[in-house]
Structures are given as structure tokens and as C-alpha cells.
């Protein structure tokens, strides 16, 4: 296994980093911003972030280049992220690792990371063969009726430290193979993960002169994403975060008659009926709750179980929270790593002090690691449905477990929340099962039964209701959030006759 310093060199990361890319990469005179490994406490390496000028520049550069790229034929555009793809295929390893260096998550997850980025350029590359738009049947003779989908414009990229890379390639392939440029804001807190991917698309890039399309700009996020959320060269904004910075960014991209395309925050729950495979929900309930250390938008928040199972279940997923080994995100036997930052233990901590002044209690873990770095104990609290921490979603693992009786006042409990992301069920009824899938169930853009809330798929639509945001990213159909929808009429005909039956003249 490389060493961190290795995988530092690999990508050509040195102690400072210029943060902007617009074809080339600029010589950047902002902010300076240190990448912190979590499991150390200690500076990675430094980054001297973009101005608002030098963020200009790269939305230039996006802009000027859409002209061409949108000319290119879907396919040819598709052949590049085909290149992309077997480039970060060559890079998998190190790039997995730098992930976990930068983020925490242990590694195999880091190479997950890289490996969804991989199948949504293979997804993205047949996609550009399958830009299709309907043919309509016309009420007036000689008449044909189609739509077709055509490029909408660059695209502002805003992704979140918890998917350092994966979140952009879910954006930047779609929009990239739709005929979009993409102008990439990361995290403050993840920008060599950024750094490595944008020199990874640079070297497939160099020379075609379409360099531009993949943009890059690290910055402050209170300045740079707001100059993103205001642009008009910009007429689509993705940003991945939390449901406040949402509801900055949302108001202001629409004021200005903007698309946006929002992944905020998600406070999931499974519900455990008492005909499930308790063996199979505690293994769900373990990876969604405890995965990347609980920092998944998608990770387990709230497990409802009903009362008739509840203590044999809680017992059963004590005894294997107790049993997992926290440590170096980068050693093989590790199966949770730390939390992202020092503020991130304080604020579970807090949410931990809070539950437990609301009736709650701690079942196992409640814990900062005595060890360098930023690790806590995985944690389970018993408590009521009505705590008002129930409602807060703490980016941490911490579980809480929910009593309930009836079907009916499980799915209350699951829905009574403010985010719509993921959802699940454990049964092995068909019609309970049917239940929560239905109109009257599960409200969230995810719902599951017998697999837990995280680890999504790049073939289905990603994306959550309420304050979640309502956006929808990857598979299925999510690639029209990327185009301009055009019907189009042509009259073949002599005559002019007019819809509705109307005479005129």
C-alpha cells in the first residue's frame, strides 16, 4: 500500500497548490486553505484558493468553450468521458486513498468512491447515444410534432467533503456528455481530492482543445459559491450540502430565473417490522448508521423498530457496534474511521448531551477516542419519537432507536421529519412491504425494503423531497436537469389550419 506522501506525489501535490483551473491552472492569490487528515489532526498539504477574478476566469473559460462543445456530436462527447473513465480506472488506487486520507473514510469506501465515478462515466458514455426526445401525434394533417433536448449552458458544480469526488462525476459526466461545460467549487475541506481528479481529466483533456470544459475553483464558499448562485453564465447550479446552505443558494439562483438542482440533508430512518430478518436488519442498520463514520447524506439516523422486537434487536446491534474496530482509515482491518473535523466531535457530543437531557439513553458507545485525530465511538440512544433532537440531523453516528405498535404509526414516525432523502423497511410481508411504498408511506425520494438507506446505486435517480431539495442526480432520467427541452412543429402541407379547430380570418 502506498504511503500518504507517496499518494501526495502521485498526483504531484505539494506543500502549496494553486486552486483554479480554466484549461490551464492559475496562478491564484486568495484564501489559503489547509487539507487536514482527520485520523492525524495534521496538514496534509496547502491550497491558495481563486479570487473572484480568478473565478471569473474559469467561468469565461467554460463559457467560451460551450460554443464548441456543444457542436460536437453527443457521441464524440461521450468518447471523451469513455477516456475519462479508463483514466480514472488507471488512478483508482491512489485517487481511492486520497480520499480516505482527505475525507477519513476507511478504504475500501474511498475506492468505492472512485469505482461510482467509473461506472458514471461508462453510464454517461451510453447515455450519449440515447439523448432521445418523443415524436407526438398532431392533431392537424401534414403536421409533425416532436421535442428534442439541446445543451443548456455551463454548469456550476458545488459538492460537499462527505463525497469529495464522486458527487462532481455524477454531475460533471451527465452534464459533460449533454453538451455542458462545468465550472467544479469542492469543499474547502477536501480541495487535493479535486486537485488529483482535475489533473487526472486535464491529462485526457490536454490537447483537444476543449481543456476549458472541466473547470476548477477552490474558494471560500460564503464568496465563491455566492458569485456561483448569482451568475447568469451559469443557468444551472448542483450543489450538494446542508439544507441551510440551500436555502441561501436556492432563493438566489431562482431570482434570477436559474435552475438548481439541490442534495441537502437527509434524516433517514428504517423501519423494523417484527416479521423481518433481525440478522438482516442489524447488518443493514450497522453499515448505514456507522458507514464513512455516519457522514453520509444517506446514512442511518433513526432505526423504528416495533416494540415486540425492539429490546432483542438493540441487544443484538450493541453487540456489534462493540465489535468494530476504529482507527486509521487507511489500515485494512479498520471498519470506521474518524469524523471529518474537531467541530464535527463537538457538535456530537452536543446532540449526545441534548438527546440524553430529553429522555434519552445512551445504550452504547457516547465517546471521544483518546487518540490523535478526530475519532469518536459509534453511539445508540434509546428514545421518544417527540425528542426534539429526533428532529435535527447530526452528521456523526449516532443512532437512535424508536419504539412503535402499529404500521401506520411507524410510517408517521418516519415522515414526521423535515428531510425526504432515504428510507427502508425490514419485513417479509408483501403487503406491508406495499405499504410503505405506496402513496400513503414512505415520503422520501428513496425507499427500500430489506437493504438499508446508503450505498445507492448510479443507475436510479438520486435525490430526496421536502428540505432535502427535491433534486435528482445520476441515472435514469436525471440528465434532462442538464438540457433545454425544445417542441418543435412542421407543417409538410399546403394549408395552415390551426390547433383546437379554430377559424381565424
Known sequence: ???????????????????????????????????????????????????????????????????AWRMLPAPQRGEYVRRVGNALREHKEPLGALVSMEMGKILPEGLGEVQEMID???????????????????????????????????????????????????????????GDPIVWKPSERTPLTAIAVTRIVASVMEGSGFEAVFG????????????????????????TGSCRMGRILGPIVAERMGRSILELGGNNAIIVMDD????????????????TAGQRCTSLRRLIVQNGIVEDLVERLAAAYEQVPIGDPLDPGTLMGPLSSRRAVDEMMAALDAAVSQGGEIVTGGKVVDRPGFYVEPTIVRIDADAPIVQTETFAP????????????????????????????????????????????????????????????????????????????????????????????????????????????
Open 216 to 239: 476548477l475553483v477552490i474558494g471560500d464558499g460564503s464568496m465563491i459559491g455566492d458569485a456561483m448562485s448569482r451568475d447568469r453564465r451559469l443557468p444551472l447550479i448542483s450543489a
Open 120 to 178: 458514471i462515466c461508462d453510464f454517461a458514455v451510453g447515455l450519449s447515444r440515447q439523448l432521445y426526445g418523443l415524436t407526438m401525434a398532431s392533431e392537424r394533417p401534414r403536421h409533425r410534432m416532436y421535442e428534442q433536448w439541446h445543451p443548456l449552458g455551463p454548469v456550476g458544480v458545488i459538492s460537499a467533503f462527505n463525497f469529495p469526488v464522486a458527487v462532481w462525476s455524477w454531475n460533471a459526466t451527465i452534464a459533460a456528455v449533454c
Open 398 to 505: 449516532i443512532l437512535y432507536v424508536i419504539g412503535f405498535d402499529t404500521l401506520d404509526e411507524a410510517i408517521a414516525i418516519q415522515n414526521g421529519v423535515e428531510q425526504g432523502l432515504s428510507s427502508a423497511i425490514f419485513t417479509d410481508s408483501v403487503r406491508t412491504a406495499e405499504t410503505f411504498l405506496s402513496h400513503i408511506g414512505s415520503d422520501c425520494g428513496i425507499a427500500n425494503v430489506n437493504i438499508g438507506t446508503s450505498g445507492a446505486e448510479i443507475g436510479g435517480a438520486f435525490g430526496g423531497e421536502k428540505e432535502t431539495g427535491g433534486g435528482r442526480e445520476a441515472g435514469s432520467d436525471a440528465w434532462k436537469a442538464y438540457m433545454r427541452r425544445q417542441t418543435t412543429t412542421i407543417n409538410w402541407g399546403g394549408d395552415l389550419p390551426l390547433a383546437q379547430g379554430i377559424e381565424f380570418g
Open 276 to 291: 423481518a430478518d433481525p440478522e438482516l436488519a442489524v447488518r443493514a442498520a450497522l453499515f448505514s448508521a456507522v458507514g
Open 1 to 67: 500500500m502506498m504511503s500518504r506522501r507517496e499518494v501526495l506525489d502521485h498526483f504531484g501535490i505539494s506543500t502549496e497548490n494553486d486552486g483554479a483551473f480554466a484549461g490551464g491552472w492559475i496562478d491564484t492569490s486568495g484564501p489559503s486553505f489547509e487539507s487536514v487528515d482527520p485520523s492525524t489532526g495534521e496538514v496534509l498539504a496547502a491550497v491558495t484558493g481563486a479570487t473572484l477574478e480568478e473565478y471569473a476566469a474559469v467561468a469565461d473559460a467554460a463559457t467560451g468553450v460551450f460554443e
